[in-house]
Every structure is written in structure tokens, then in C-alpha cells.
């Protein structure tokens, strides 16, 4: 007790009453953690002496390690000389404070001292210091109050300082120790390393600029991308590089192996959510620490300012006025860092999680078999890569903001507690009983969303649906309809989009009003028990007050944030959660030795394929299967053997070559593949990129055997009449190329890469007969397939006679395996005609054929159709326009007029007229504060009046809430409905231009920017724009010095402003062009994933698709940089105007000036509107340049508004029957698809007799397909006429002529909607009428079996195989009553058994109608009137068929003999 008294001979010695005594807090919490520190570090020091190795760091890193210890020792021995001196004056000596200054300084000492030996890193990177340095500050909490409370300047800003630098250097030490760790782990430890002294990442983009601390802090580094930017426009090239850390493939693999972990340990349901914490949940933590100093350094502000006022109060001469009005601007400077830096930090994790999260979601896509991806729309995977991740990555802001932000209400209301005492209670009590309604109305925006976000998925798969068919839909004039549709759903996407913005308003009008009620309450309160206020007490009040709108503000956000990113991780969970279908790839022996010999003649050794009682479904792992595709299958396949599978449309084939890929479920048996494999899907998928990317794709190039393929595949002279050649650009699913051109293309790339086994879909029925025979000779069966075993689906007879084996399939089974010769004699001989298999009088026909094949090179040229060939000056995929320089005022104007001008002004008056309500609320207290000594008016009278303003200002926020959110729905819904019209009414060729994942990004991305994230970014624009109107007119009338400032600080504000914005527009811009290639390859690799699979190129597709998102990611990093740089800056000028305002006040008060600068109340009002101005000038920019940067997205809609529309009206009315008799004629018609390109049709002439069947054959390329799209006027002529029954097609309605046309196109087309919608649309027909024709398309029995009219169609049609579903569109086409009916090679898909019934059905029950088919099979046209026979877009012969194929000099003769039909 002794050694107590003298340690604390004048104070208590734990409790004082108000708190914990200073002795104790000195001695225990200060010396105590102290000497823990001492002994931490020497015990490390001794265990660590003999540790050996190198731990490399920055050189900014080594000079702060050492520099804050100095500044920490510095100010410990600046600490004891003030206590030595006033020891000597006589003062009672403090031993508590002496041990605790003489502790901290032997602690700092000791840190020097271990800096000298080769272990100081080992010690100060140790996990159990690095944590004892976190919670080290903790413990000077106490002191940091008591210090506070005693009104000490002196003393406040010295403790806040040590602590500071406790702080900082616990900070330090993590981040050192973090980053040695992940060197450790890293891949890339080896060049980090080699690094000597450490060079930042950022700055390798800038070679003149070293990498020192000042640069890191300043973002110094985006300096030359600023000087680019305003003097050029910025490319790519001028970005910043990436740091290692935020590559995407690093990003990818640290994501993926913690969600491999979680599969691991939680097989039955993974989540997501704590994938992302696992991986990046650590960094993320440890900037929560920097969210704490930084949060609650914003409170020193308001005490700074209560000291400030009760300065200028009390009159006092001190000096400690000016440390007072310094240390504002100091606090607010020092904040500023935190602040950047937290946001930078966090910014950087936010990038690094959205690469992970999209190169995972494509991975997946990668290597989900078609089947298990069946639960899943493709509009809801392409929602997952849009709206899901970003949803996702925005929970990194939330997470902190839901401790962060009542964190800092709870520290306001401590505050508010020390300045009214409980009166702040009756403020507290508002926030308490609105926390019931926003937990309703939190669940009722969840539901919302919910709903919303199933609705966008349903409209964005409409929206790929209509962008992909859309050619077809124009053939149809279905168009409107589809959109219709289209708008149904986005009409139910905007009704709960509605809800949530309502919603929100809701919110909003409860967090924006509680401030001002809360000083309603609280002042009143306050009064009335009472006290008087003083302008001490109400202006730091106010303050406070500040310091609550933007926690309480965003509250209701981080909810709704929340709300998001948990929905979006669970839907994304359980797509990643899809089961991967791998092939069994290896030795078939075991499978094979245990089969009966019954099934299979072969050894284990000599068999590539085999399947054993194997049955499968198109259904995912977790639907129930109701029907078998292929039900018990038995089969082996011989190595190096070509086996042809026949059998009707719809038995299996295309499902027996997905179940060899691992594509279908596998309900029981098993299936064996070994070796390579690629494939050739029944629909070539063609790759956007050039001619050699997408043969030898992503393999090595083999200039001798590239040169063979060609040739073999007949692409040579395609190749040729290219300008570039094999390095010619091919549109987004082969859009510029033709259906034959397509399917060589697809072949050429199998056939390259030589693999063991080789699957052909149909390959064959896309060509005409002499390219299928030059095929079949040079290709299949040439010496590059050699020794490859090859299945081949056709119905080919060529191809079939030329095979080892035939497999036939009929409803899912293999009914028959044998030779071509044996087929005949066997009980399923019905699948080929017998008279054209290999009897010896056919060989020597095949073996002449084949001849002429071999010597006919000339003749198998493939002329363009125009598009097909393009020129350099004029590439038929345009490059994505990006606009220059700042946002047009157009844009905003034209915004405005999406939203309504009449509530456009009603919210921009609402806004105003809500900040003058606020100002005069703050006004009204000034003038309370200074009048109280007077007692001029009783106190209900200034509550009156304070609580008119309040009223006011609620119901004005309502009013500004409730008309943003309509205004915002009044232009999501114009933006949408305006930009579907413009696409539905423009012409094919701009589709054949544009990807369709470019457009799809503007009805996605850009769309829910629209919907969603601009009306929220400029309701924040228009609030920080009225509010600093608001600081601005106020300041000026109550601090008269404030003018002088007013010039030069708006001189560099905006050279500042206009410095950054030409830059960020620039940025933003890159931003949206680098993020289409990232959708256009999500979408085109769900279409060609089965190839992909095949080919075994997954890992060529991630590293391209990851190459994108690199190119995004560098944009984004260079924009969150730039951004943080203007912000810094402006809040520098901001906290010189606080430090300015504050000076002039002392200055004013002492004196010195000529003029009055107000009473104490103006004076406390000036104060506390010039502190806020450090955020909300910062903020008011940060939301101008981000509107501009979401108007980017309103900007590239606006394009698309531009866009040519085709020409739809007509000055000829039709009759309801017209075509009367179906008769065409073409007058010298000239037709090119592009200025620059040679005509598709050159100045033709013909006439097709009305009633009359006529086929169109000609080579691929020929201008077959050209004709068609001039009588539809799907591409405009560029002379001549098409008269049809007398009228010039040019003279009608657009719309009006295609319906009065009936189509089959070449690709079959089918929606996901009921058979019935698919087949009449229109309910124009009833069920037996429908019935009826299906029965005419032999497809009756396979409808019935399937579910009848009612089924529900998957996409595309998936529920069908090729062949059926051209079925379908045959009996499509013959509900419709119409005298022309265009038969686009519809039986290229279909086996010879059923395109000889549908010839017969066309003949008799098509009988008096005009009939122009365009064929390659001559079977299906030999029984026509007539044949037109075209070459280079000129017709060439006409003439009977069964005349003109007895002529051996005809063209068609030739054609005939090279089919053998």
C-alpha cells in the first residue's frame, strides 16, 4: 500500500468515480502492456538470434519500420523532459506517468536495437507479436478518454499521436507479415524475390516514377495516364499494369482451390460465401482495422470544433485557438490518407474477387455436360456473370458497413450524451422504432428482388433467344411478337422493380428525415428540462448530427446489399455445385471382357469404344428422369475402323455421340472411350476469330498439314478469295459464312488435329453433292484420317457403302450392327435402298464418282455469296464505336426526357426547396442561441418554428424520394421499350455486323445500370449538389472572409475536376469496350461447350476468356486509382477551407480585422458547415464523375438508337388472299451484301411460274440462299425488281410481305415455350388442323409419344434432335395458308427414309402452290417442275429435272451423277 501512494500519492487507485483512476490506467494498461511488449520481443529476439534466411521487403516498408519506432522514441523522450521540467518548477512528481513514458521509450529503444541484427524481421513478422500489437491500442482507450475529458488541447493531441503511432506500426507489422507469407506461398516467390529492394507494381507502368511512399499514398503513379488521357484518347496500351496479385490466373486458382475444399469437406452443399472467406477473408479483416481508426478519427472533427467554439465563447487570447484551427485541418488531411487508402484496399480485393468469381462461373461452364447444365436456362447463366458477381462483390462493402456504421452512430450518441445528457434519449428512441419497419420493409425488397431477379433471367433469355433467331424470326414476321412477349416479361421485371424502389423511397424519406427529427427531439428535450443552449453545445450538436446522415443514410443500402449478395451467393453456390460429367477415358478391357460375346466380335486390344447396357437421359444429376434416349445399348467400336450410324430423325444418333462424350446422364451401364477425340456437332459451332484460329484451335500450327486440311475439306479456294486468307476475320457463329462453308470449317478442324477418335454429326448434308464426295474421298477416307477410328451419323449412301461398319438406330436402341453388304439381308434393311448399295455395277460408279471427285478440284470451288468475302477497309464485324471526350449534354438531356421533364422538375425543386428547409432549421438554432440571453420570445416559440422547418423537410424529402424513384421507373421502361423497337425494326446486315453478345450487353449490363444504379448515383449527385449550394450561400452570408476564398479555390477545384473527368470518361469508356469481349465469349462458349469438351481445349478457353477479363481488370484498377487521386486532392482543398474558416474566426474574435464577422451563434454555424466540407466536396465529385460514368451506359443505349431501321412502310395495300397464283419473277436483280464486296446476285433474270414446284441447286456459295434473302427483303437490292403476282415486292409493307410468304430455314428454328405456341403462335388453327400436318411431316407418333401439343420445349428446341425439329418447322410452315412456300434445304438433317416421305408429302400436299426449294440432296428435287441451276449469283441452266439429268453436258447432270441419287 506504501508503494501505491507514493506511485499515486493524488490519485485513486483504480476508480475516480467517472472512471478508471489515471494512476491505474497508467501503471496497468500503459506500463503493464508496455513491459509484455518488452519481453514479447526480447524472448523472440533470443529464439529467432540463429534463424538464417532472407525475407525481402520494399524499400518503403524497411523505412517506415524504422521511421515510426524514431518518431515513437522521440516523442517518449519529449514526454519525460516535459515531466523533468515540471518536476524542477516545483510540481508534484507523477511516477505513474515516468514509468509509462520510460516503458514506451525502452520498448521503441528495443525495436532499434533488434533492427540491427539479421533476424529483426523474423521478430517484428511473428505471428503472437503481430497480434499483441493489434490489441495493444485497445488498452490506451481508457487513457485516450480521460484525456479527452480533461479539455486539454495539449494533452488531447499528444495521447492521440502516441496511440496513432501504436496503431500505425501494428498495421505495419501485419501487412509486412501477411505479404512475407504469401511469398511464401506463392508460385511466384522466385521473382517477388528477385526484386532487391522491392519495386511497387503500380509504378512499372511509369518508369520515372520511383516507388517511394509519398507516391503510394498520393497515387502519383496514374499521373501519366491523366496526361494521356487529357491530351488523347486513351488506349489499352496506356493503362497501368496489373500488380501480380490481381492477375486473373492467380486470382482464378486462389479462388478455386478454397471452393475445391469446401466441395471436399461440405459435399452435400458448399457455399460460396464462405469460399470467399477462406480465400480472401484474412486482407479483408485487417482492413477492417484500418475502417476502425479511420472511422473514428472522424469524430475529431466535432470535438475539435466544441473546443474551438467554447474558444471564441470564452474570449480567450491563447494560443491554443490556432493549434485548435491546425489541428482541423491536419485531422482532416490525416484522414484523408485512411480514408484513400481503405478504399484503395478494399477496391483491390473487390477486383480480385470478381476475376475469381468470373473465370470460375466460365470454367464451370467449361466442364458441365450439357445435360446437368439442362436445369439452368442459358438467360440465367449469363445473369450469373453479370448480376450475381457483381452482387457478390459488393458484399465486400456491406460486411464492414453493418459493424462499421453502428459503430459510428454508436460513438455520435456517446458523444451527444457528453454534450445534452439524456436528452439525446428522445432522438434515440426515432432510430429504435423505425428499426421494426426496416426490417419489414428490408424483407420486403428481398422478396422483390427475388422475384426481379427470376424475371431478368426469363427476359435476358427471351432477349438471346430473339438476337439469335432473329434472321428467322423476319422470314416469319415474328419479330413483333417475340417482342411482345419480350415485354410481358420485362413488364413483370419492372413491377417488382417498382416494388424495390418504392420501396427504397420508403427507406430513404426514414433515414433522411431522422437527423433532423433527431434534433427536434433532442434540442426540445433538452429545453425543457432545463438547460440553456449555448453554441458550443448546439453546433457541435449539429456536427454530430452530420456524422449521422451518411451511417443512417446508407444503412438502409447495406441492407438491401446484403439482401443481394446473399441471394446471388446461393444461386451462384449451387451452379458451381453442378456435378462435372467427366468420359471415362482408358482401357476398355474390363468393360469388354465381361461382355457376352453375343454383342461383340472384337478383342479388348482392338476396340476403341464400348458401351455396355448403357441408358441415358438429357436430365441434370438432380432431376427426376422421365424418359430414356438411349436405353440399353450395347456396342463396341473397332480401332481405326469408319462407322456409319443410320437410322430415321430422332432414333438416338446425335445422343449416341453425346453419351460417348460424357454429354448425357448415364442412368445405368457403362461406357468406354480411349484416346483423343474430336468432334463435329450436327450445328458446326464456329468460333468468332480468324480462319487458322478456329482450325487449328488453340494447338500448335503445322504449315504442311494446314495446307493438306484445306485442301482435303475444299476450303482452299474459300481461302483464297479471302481478303487476308486463313487470317480473314469470321463473325460470331460464322455469321459471314454459309452453312456448307461452315460445316468444311468445323471438319477442317477435327480432321487437323488428328485425333484417335473422330465424331462427325451430319457433316456431310450441309454440301452439296460434289464437295460431299470431294470430301468424303480427301478427307474422311483419306491418309490424314489414317489409322483413326471415325463415327459418322449420315445418311449419305456414299458414305455409307464406303464404311466398315453400319450401326443402325431406331427410338434410342441399336437394332442392327454389320457391314454395308450385309445391311441388305438384314431385317432393318428398309434404312438404306437397297439398289444403291455396293453391288459391282455401284462400285464401279462409286470408284468413277470418285475419280471425277479427285480430278474436279477446279470445279469444287466455293464462290461467295458476297458476304462471304471481306475487304480490310470494310471487316463485316465491326469494331465496338467509343465515344470521345465528356458525356454529351444530350445525354443528360435525353435522359431527362426518358424520365419526363414534368418530374424531372418536380424532384430538382423538391431538392432545393429540402436543403432550404434544412438551412433554415440550422439558421433558425443560430438565431435561438444568440436571442436566449435576451429572453425576446418563450421557448415553445422557437420550437414551434423548429418544428415547422422539421415537418417541412420531411414531407420535402418524401416528395424528392418518392418522385426520383418514378422518374427512375418512368426511363427504365422508356430506355428498354425504345431500344427493343430499334433493334426489332433494324435490318439483318446489322445484326450479321454486331455480335450478339455486344448487344446483348447493353439489354443486360447496361440495362441494370439504367434500372438500378444510375437513379441511385444521381439522387446522391443532386443531394451533395443542393447541399454544397446550401454550405456555399450560408458561408458566404455569415463569414464575410469566406468570398476571398471563393475565386481561386473554384479556379482549382475545377481545373482539378476537368483534369480527372477527361480521364475518366476515357477509362469508363475502355471500361464498358473491355467488358463486351468478356460476355460475348461467356455466351459464345455456351453454345460450342460440347466441342470445347471434346477437343479437350478447356484450358485454351480459360487462359483466352482470362486474357479478357485481364484487359477489364486493368481498366478498372486504372480507374479506381484515378478516382482515389482526385479525391485526395479535393479533400486537401477542403481541409485548407476548414483550417481557413477556422483562423478567420479566431482572428475576427481577437480583433484584429476591420469587420464584424458575427455573433457567436453565426460564427459556431460557419464552423460546423465548413467540417462536412471535407466529404461532401469530395463526394459531390466522386458522384458527378461516377453519373458520368453510369451515363456511359445510357450513351452506348443511344447508339443503338441510331441504328439503320429497315424500311417497313409501303404505298401498295394488298388483298387479304394475295399471292393469288404464287408467280415470281426476278428482273435483272443485283444484290451485294456490303458496297465493297462483289454482288451475291449479278443482274438476274428468272421466272418462277405461279403453282409450280422449282429446286435451286448450285455449288456453296453459289447465290442459292441470296435469292431468298432478296424475296424477303432481308438485305435490300441494289437494282432490278421482284414482281410477285404482278407487284413490286418494293412497293409493300415489309411486315406484311413475309407474312404472306411460308419459310423452312436451312437452321431449324424452335423456342422454349408449349409445342403448340411453337407451332402456331398466333392460335390461328385448332388441334386437329395442327395434328393434321404433323401427321404430313411423318413426326405425328414422336409428339404424341413425347406429351402432345402441350409439352414444354426446352431452348432451341432440345427436346428433338436436328432432324425432328426440322420436322416441326415443315409443319410449321404448312399451317400457314399462303400460295409461296421457301423451302431452305429442310431435309439436309433428316435420314433418306424420311426425306423421300416428306418429298412425297411436298409433292401431293403442296400441289398448286408455288414451292422454291433450295437444295443439295437432287433426290429431293428430281420430282419438281422445274430446277434453276445458279453459279456466282448468275443463272446458268434451267430446265425439267428428269430432262435435264439424261443431258450429260448439263451442269445438273453433273451435279445428279456426283450425288448418286
Known sequence: MEFLKFICPSSPYIWDGNGISRCFSDIMLGFGASMVTFIIIVVLGITERTTRGRRKIYLYEKVFLLLLPVIGACMACFDLILLLSNTRRGRPALYHEWLLRCSQLLVWATILLISRCDCWLFVLSNRVLCFWWLMKPFLGIPTLLATFSSLETFSCINESSIILVDVLFGILVNIIRMKQSSRTNSSMEELLLSCEMGIDDRSRSNPGVPASFLNLMTFRSINLVMEHGAKKQLDFDDLLQLPIDMDPLFCHDSLFNCWEDQRRHRRSDPSLFWTVCYAYGWPYMCLGL??????????????????????????????????????????????????????????????????????????????????????????????????????????????????????????????????????????????????????????????????????????????????????????????????????????????????????????????????????????????????????????????????????????????????????????????????????????????????????????????????????????????????????????????????????????????????????????????YSSGSVAYVPQIPWILSGTIRDNIIFGRDYDPIRYSAVLEACALNTDVSLMVGGDMAYIGEKGVNLSGGQRARLALARAVYHGSDLVMLDDVLSAVDAQVACWILSNAILSPLMDQKTCILCTHNIQAISAADMVVIMDKGQVKWVGSPTDCSSSPYASFVRQEELNSPSETEAQIESRDTCMGVQESVVVESEGIDIMDATDNIIRVEERKEGRVETTVYMNYAAFCGWYITVITCLSALLMQASRNGNDLWLSYWVDTTALEEHPTSFYLAILCIFSLANSFLTLVRAFSFAYGGLCAAIQVHNNLLKKLVNAPVAFFDQTPSGRILNRLSSDLYTIDDSLPFILNILLANFVGLLGIALILSAVQVMFLLLILPFSYIYSKIQFYYRATSRELRRLDSVSRSPIYASFSEILDGSSTIRAFKSEDFFLTRFIEH??????????????????????????????????????????????????????????????????????????????????????????????????????????????????????????????????????????????????????????????????????????????????????????????????????????FKGSLRENLDPFNSSDDLKIWKALERCHIEEEVRAAGGLDMEMKESGTSFSVGQRQLLCLARSFLKSTMVLCLDECTANVDTQTASKLKDAISSECRGLTVVTIAHRISTILHMDNVLVLDQGILVEQGRPEVLVQDESSIFSSFAKASLM
Request: with cysteine; proline share 3%; hydrophobic share 45%.
Open 1109 to 1310: 477479363v485481364k484487359m477489364y481488370q486493368k481498366t478498372s484498377y486504372s480507374e479506381i486509382i484515378a478516382s482515389l487521386w482526385l479525391s485526395l486532392r479535393l479533400q486537401f482543398l477542403a481541409a485548407f477551407v476548414v483550417s481557413y474558416i477556422a483562423v478567420m474566426a479566431i482572428v475576427g474574435s481577437h480583433g484584429h480585422l476591420p469587420i464584424n464577422l458575427g455573433t457567436p451563434g453565426l460564427v459556431g454555424l460557419a464552423l460546423s458547415y465548413a467540417a462536412p466540407v471535407v466529404s461532401l466536396l469530395g463526394s459531390f465529385l466522386t458522384s458527378f464523375t461516377e453519373t458520368e460514368k453510369e451515363l456511359v451506359s445510357v450513351e452506348r443505349v443511344l447508339q443503338y438508337m441510331d441504328i439503320p431501321q429497315e424500311e417497313l412502310q409501303g404505298h401498295k395495300v394488298l388483298d387479304v388472299e394475295w399471292p393469288f397464283q404464287g408467280e415470281i419473277e426476278f428482273r435483272n436483280v443485283t444484290l451485294r451484301y456490303m458496297p465493297s464486296l462483289p454482288p451475291a446476285l449479278r443482274d438476274l433474270n428468272l421466272r418462277i411460274a405461279g403453282g409450280t414446284q422449282v429446286g435451286i441447286v448450285g455449288r456453296t456459295g453459289a447465290g442459292k440462299s441470296s435469292i431468298l434473302n432478296a424475296l424477303f427483303r432481308l438485305n435490300p437490292i441494289c437494282a432490278g425488281h421482284i414482281i410477285v403476282d404482278g407487284i413490286n415486292i418494293a412497293d409493300v409493307s415489309l411486315r406484311d410481305l413475309r407474312s404472306r410468304f411460308a419459310v423452312v430455314p436451312q437452321t431449324p428454328f424452335l
Open 290 to 671: 484500418l475502417k476502425v481508426l479511420n472511422d473514428c478519427l472522424g469524430f475529431a472533427g466535432p470535438l475539435l470544433l466544441n473546443r474551438l467554439i467554447k474558444y471564441l465563447q470564452e474570449g480567450s487570447v491563447h494560443f491554443d485557438g490556432y493549434l485548435l484551427a491546425i489541428s482541423l485541418g491536419l485531422t482532416s488531411i490525416l484522414k484523408s490518407f485512411l480514408d484513400t487508402q481503405y478504399t484503395f484496399r478494399l477496391s483491390k480485393l473487390k477486383l480480385k474477387l470478381r476475376s475469381s468469381l468470373m473465370t470460375v462461373i466460365f470454367r464451370k461452364c467449361l466442364h458441365v455436360g450439357l445435360a446437368e447444365r439442362s436445369k439452368f436456362s442459358e438467360g440465367e447463366i449469363q445473369t450469373f456473370m453479370s448480376v450475381d458477381v457483381d452482387r457478390t462483390v459488393n458484399m465486400c462493402n456491406s460486411f464492414h458497413d453493418m459493424w462499421s456504421l453502428p459503430l459510428q452512430i454508436g460513438i455520435a450518441l456517446y458523444l451527444l450524451y457528453t454534450q445534452v445528457q439524456f436528452a439525446f434519449v428522445a432522438g434515440i428512441t426515432i432510430t429504435i422504432l423505425l428499426i421494426p419497419v426496416n426490417k419489414w420493409i428490408a424483407e420486403l425488397i428481398a422478396s422483390a428482388t427475388k422475384n426481379m431477379m427470376e424475371q431478368k433471367d426469363e427476359r435476358v433469355r427471351r432477349t438471346g433467344e430473339l438476337l439469335t433467331y432473329i434472321r428467322t424470326l423476319k422470314m416469319y414476321g415474328w419479330e413483333l411478337l417475340f417482342s411482345s412477349w419480350l415485354m410481358k416479361t420485362r413488364s413483370l421485371e419492372v413491377k417488382y422493380l417498382a416494388t424495390r424502389k418504392y420501396l427504397d423511397a420508403w427507406c430513404v424519406f426514414f433515414w433522411a428525415t431522422t437527423p433532423t427529427l433527431f434534433s427536434l427531439f433532442t434540442f426540445g428535450l433538452y429545453v425543457m428540462m432545463g438547460n440553456q443552449l449555448d453554441a458550443a453545445t448546439v453546433f457541435t450538436c449539429l456536427a454530430l448530427f452530420n456524422n449521422l446522415i451518411s451511417p443512417l443514410n446508407s444503412f438502409p443500402w447495406v441492407i438491401n446489399g446484403l439482401i443481394d449478395a446473399v441471394i446471388s451467393t446461393r444461386r451462384l453456390s449451387m451452379f458451381l455445385s453442378c456435378f462435372e460429367n467427366e468420359p471415362l477415358r482408358g482401357q476398355a478391357n474390363s468393360s469388354l471382357s465381361s461382355c457376352s460375346s453375343k454383342h461383340f466380335n472384337f478383342r479388348a486390344e482392338e476396340v476403341d469404344i464400348v458401351m455396355k447396357d448403357a441408358c441415358c437421359a438429357w436430365s441434370s444429376s438432380a432431376q427426376e428422369v422421365k424418359e430414356l434416349i438411349l436405353d440399353h445399348v450395347n456396342l463396341a467400336i473397332p480401332k481405326g475402323s469408319l462407322v456409319a450410324v443410320i437410322g430415321e430423325v430422332g432414333s438416338g444418333k446425335s445422343s449416341l455421340l453425346n453419351s460417348i462424350l460424357g454429354e448425357m446422364k448415364l442412368i445405368e451401364g457403362s461406357i
